[in-house]
């Protein structure tokens, strides 16, 4: 749901909701929940959806092969406001673990946004065992693995549909200092239950001979962390989904902004959402998950609490096709990691950020997607909703890259001329770090999704079964406690 300045997308172009496309072997899967307690069948190419219509008149056709279905309802059990990851996997997960009749409304587009603008990281390695969010990352983190497995067990590709591989993370030290808080991550990481291990400085060569490594040189190895594509992803999730629309329970609303929450005057829960294109009515829950608008979201529909998700913008630099570095893994510095912790216990108060707002800081990632690219990152910065690229960060994000790879070195950003290219994104920031899941006080049947930054595909699956056990009030698998509303947005 954040901006995004400029992406190749590594499969197919993103259809819009109007196309229509027809597999001529159209591969089918049968999806299972998260755990596995139902099995539906998915025809993963064959349905494309539009279901923007004006009041009054049908408002989806969809298309099933040569057949034709319309969708004329206005009503739908849950309404969710927000296309990206975490939007649409709520969905499918609501949609494949109940009865219910969902549909997703957007002012623009799925992968638009922060998701696709990321690098695709299921990663562990930035997550600090203990903490609040280390469970839910946990689950979640399953919760993909299992998804990716299930797709091998029918005989499909789960790296053609999602842009699934387990490369393993590397967090990297070059320091005396940050080699020992790594041997000391990977001892939390193997006493919290996953598989760590700390390399030498040699040991890490043979690993990624890529890199420049001095003799102070170390790293913990995630070897069963992952990454995706986003892109893939979302338009595996949105095919699922789309096999619901058929039976009237799933609809998309797309290039339609919200303008009102509708409430019911007898106990105050909302009814209705109003869009700039139509009214559509909630039977049982509202799920806003609209990234780093949620704030702004909340105040224009009147809503008394005041979540202070603010937009971290983000620069990514993207080598097509680059051939002179190839990882095996995902890197990361530990700069990486440290800096977030500064951020959420020095730098930021619960009312926001303090001294100053434009605070940039830039720390080497790097990861080879599926398509061969070579994706380098990245910058943190806050500057509102400003997504113009900014040739000075893009310098700097090469720059700290030339301090790991020596290949680089030799090279200049102009000599790889059109092969380069920039994803900006505004990824939504908590102040103190945590996404924000959870019912609004005063309005039981609205449900907030946000905040989760730069983590929002690491956190995806997790949230969404956190989010569907709420609506449906089932127990939940991980303490939804450190994620609320009440006590974190308030006015």
């Not at 707002?357 to 994706?375: C, K, P, Q, R």
Request: with cysteine; charged share 20%; hydrophobic share 40%.
């Amino acid at each position: 749901m954040a901006s995004m300045y400029t992406y190749h997308p590594a499969t197919k172009p993103h259809l819009k909701p109007s196309s229509s496309v027809v597999s001529p072997r159209p591969p089918t899967l049968a999806l299972r929940s998260s755990l596995f307690r139902s099995r539906i069948p998915v025809d993963l190419f064959s349905i494309r959806t539009s279901l923007n219509g004006p009041t009054g008149e049908p408002l989806g056709r969809v298309r099933v092969g040569s057949k034709q279905v319309v969708a004329s309802q206005h009503s739908f059990d849950v309404l969710i406001v927000g296309a990206g990851i975490i939007g649409l996997t709520i969905a499918r997960q609501l949609l494949l673990e109940s009865d219910l009749s969902v549909a997703v409304i957007d002012k623009a587009v799925p992968c638009s946004g922060a998701t696709g603008a990321g690098q695709g990281y299921i990663w562990m390695a930035s997550k600090t065992p203990g903490s609040d969010i280390w469970e839910l990352a946990l689950r979640s983190h399953q919760l993909w693995e299992s998804l990716a497995e299930h797709i091998h067990d029918q005989g499909l590709n789960s790296q053609e549909l999602l842009g699934w591989k387990k490369t393993g993370s590397l967090l990297i030290g070059k320091t005396v200092e940050e080699s020992a808080l790594l041997e000391r991550r990977v001892k939390q990481f193997s006493e919290a239950g996953v598989e760590a291990e700390f390399l030498s400085s040699r040991e890490l060569l043979l690993k990624e001979p890529a890199l420049s490594v001095d003799k102070e040189s170390g790293a913990a190895l995630l070897p069963n962390d992952c990454q995706l594509d986003a892109h893939r992803t979302v338009a595996f999730v949105e095919e699922g989904n789309r096999q619901f629309a058929s039976r009237g329970r799933y609809a998309e609303f797309y290039h339609d902004p919200v303008i009102a929450l509708l409430r019911s005057g007898k106990n105050g829960e909302a009814k209705a959402v109003l869009t700039a294109k139509s009214t559509f009515y909630c039977k049982k829950a509202v799920v806003v998950a609209s990234g780093c608008w949620t704030g702004s979201l909340m105040r224009d529909l009147n809503i008394r609490v005041d979540v202070p998700v603010k937009p971290r913008k983000g620069h990514l630099l993207v080598l097509e096709n680059f051939n002179p570095v190839r990882l095996n893994h995902g890197l990361m510095e530990v700069g990486y990691v440290s800096h977030q912790q500064i951020m959420q216990h020095s730098s930021v108060s619960a009312a926001g950020l303090s001294n100053d707002e434009e605070m940039l800081s830039i720390s080497m990632t790097a990861t080879t997607d599926t398509m061969g690219n070579l994706v380098l990152g990245s910058s943190r910065q806050f500057v509102g909703f400003n997504t113009e690229a900014d040739a000075s960060i893009i310098d700097n994000i090469w720059k700290r890259a030339q301090e790991f790879f020596p290949e680089l070195r030799e090279m200049s950003l102009a000599e790889i001329g059109k092969n380069r290219k920039v994803r900006i994104g505004l990824r939504p920031f908590m102040p103190d770090g945590k996404p924000v899941i959870g019912s609004v006080p005063g309005l039981s049947n609205v449900f907030l999704a946000s905040g989760h930054e730069g983590s929002g595909l690491t956190l995806a699956l997790g949230t969404a079964e956190m989010v569907a056990d709420m609506v449906m009030q089932n127990q939940g698998k991980v303490d939804s406690a450190p994620f609320a509303v009440e006590g974190r947005c308030c006015r």
